[in-house]
Every structure is written in structure tokens, then in C-alpha cells.
């Protein structure tokens, strides 16, 4: 059974930091495509960052560059999201997602055919 | 403000054929495939409409997606009661170069 499972979400004060985990089971980690998905209390989903392990290309969102680190750990089967610089317009709901190109037809960006359930950051004094 | 303009709500009776629509421009929609998630509440987003009108494996057939110039529609027929909850639309951002999101349309059977 295919499973995301996200961990380390928390409250934090802005300026902060704080490191996200996604925990991956039941398909090949060595040549998935990850990402992370936020969702702010009461709006709609915003694309965070992306990786694809067999090469390690990583891509933000303008909104998190420079302050989001994506990496990975093969012997784990996980993907993790340091993130630094916490401002309150981070706090959102962050998933792990799973890209799904289907051989090079759409963007695994944006086909997220498996998610996590969430974890919940909150960015306050 | 989300880059694809969503309704913030729709409704419908049971048994009703209701559409929800996304509208971008020429270097979002317009050029690009038009994905579709259903999101519960408190629950993760489910992949429900890919490549503009297809459908991934055990999504009902009542759920339909289309897309002309630069807006899309998801259709539901034969509307069910467990069909309430938010439709998000996203796609390809040429200016952006990544991926962007309706603010997401919050479906009530009534």
C-alpha cells in the first residue's frame, strides 16, 4: 500500500526554524517524485517545492526560496523540508505529495496522485 | 489572490448535474493540461480529474473534466450527498514557471 507520512510540524515563532519529514512506503523511492504542498487555514493549495530523487533536481516556489531546504535520505525512504526564516504567512498545513508523471505526459508538479495527511505548522509569537 | 479564478461555492440537489468552472489565461489554462482535486474537510486533497478530462482508476464516471481556451470545468452528474466538499482546479504557469491553484469551490448538496 502506497503510503506519505508527514511529521515535525509545530508552532514556532517567526524567525524560526523548523524540519519537516515524509516518510514514504509501498513504491520505489529511488525514482519517485516528491513535493510539497501547503494549505493556509481557509485557502486554497499553494505548490512549495519539488524533488526528484534518481538525480536530485530540486525547485521552489519563489515564496520559499532561500529560506526552504529540500533533501532526501535513500536509506530512510524520506524527504525532508528545513525550513528557516519562518514568517506567519507560512503557517498552513503541509503535505507530502507524490508526483506522477506518467512517463513524461504531465508535470509531476502538479499530477499529485498520493498525498500524506498533513502536518500542521504554525508561525507565531 | 490565487492565479486560476474559482468560485468560492456552488450547490445543488441531489440527482443534479452541477459545474464548477476555473478560469486563468493564455499562459496558464490555456497552454496547459487542467488537473482536479476534491479535498474533505480536514482530510488530504485526492487527485480526481488529470490531463484536462481523464480519470485516474476508481474515480465515478459522474465526475467529467473540460477545458476551453483559458477556462476549465469539472461536471458532476447524478449529484450525491457525499459528493460535499472543496474542488480545487491547478495547472502549468508559463510566466511562473511552476505550478498554480484555484482558491478552490466549496460544493454544498442541498
Known amino acids: 500500500e502506497v503510503q506519505l507520512v508527514e511529521s515535525g510540524g509545530g508552532l514556532v515563532q517567526p524567525g524560526g526554524s523548523l524540519r519537516l519529514s515524509c516518510a514514504v512506503s509501498?513504491?520505489?523511492?529511488?525514482?519517485?517524485?516528491l513535493n510539497w504542498v501547503r494549505q493556509a487555514p481557509g485557502k486554497g493549495l499553494e505548490w512549495v517545492s519539488y524533488?526528484?530523487?534518481?538525480?536530485?533536481?530540486?525547485y521552489y516556489a519563489d515564496s520559499v526560496k532561500g529560506r526552504f531546504t529540500l533533501s532526501r535520505d535513500n536509506a530512510k525512504n524520506s524527504v525532508f523540508l528545513q525550513m528557516n526564516g519562518l514568517r506567519a504567512e507560512d503557517t498552513a498545513v503541509y503535505y507530502c505529495?507524490?508526483?506522477?508523471?506518467?512517463?513524461?505526459?504531465?508535470?509531476?508538479?502538479?499530477?499529485?496522485?498520493?498525498w500524506g495527511q498533513g502536518t500542521l505548522v504554525t508561525v507565531s509569537s | 489572490q490565487s492565479v486560476l479564478t474559482q468560485s468560492p461555492s456552488a450547490s445543488g440537489t441531489p440527482g443534479q448535474r452541477v459545474t464548477i468552472s476555473c478560469s486563468g489565461s493564455?499562459?496558464?489554462?490555456?497552454?496547459?493540461?487542467v488537473y482536479w482535486y476534491q479535498q474533505f474537510p480536514g482530510t488530504a486533497p485526492k487527485l480526481l480529474i488529470y490531463?484536462?478530462?481523464q480519470r485516474p482508476s476508481g474515480v465515478p464516471d459522474r465526475f467529467s473534466g473540460s477545458k476551453s481556451g483559458t477556462s476549465a470545468s469539472l461536471a458532476i452528474s447524478g449529484l450525491r450527498s457525499e459528493d460535499e466538499a472543496e474542488y480545487h482546479c491547478?495547472?502549468?504557469?508559463?510566466?511562473?514557471?511552476?505550478?498554480?491553484f484555484g482558491g478552490g469551490t466549496k460544493l454544498t448538496v442541498l
Open positions: 505529495a507524490r508526483g506522477n508523471s506518467h512517463g513524461g505526459l504531465d508535470p509531476a508538479m502538479l499530477n499529485f496522485d498520493r
Open positions: 509501498g513504491f520505489t523511492f529511488s525514482s519517485s517524485e
Open positions: 524533488i526528484r530523487i534518481s538525480d536530485d533536481t530540486i
Open positions: 493564455s499562459s496558464t489554462i490555456g497552454n496547459n493540461y
Open positions: 490531463r484536462n478530462d
Open positions: 491547478a495547472t502549468w504557469d508559463d510566466t511562473l514557471s511552476g505550478p498554480v
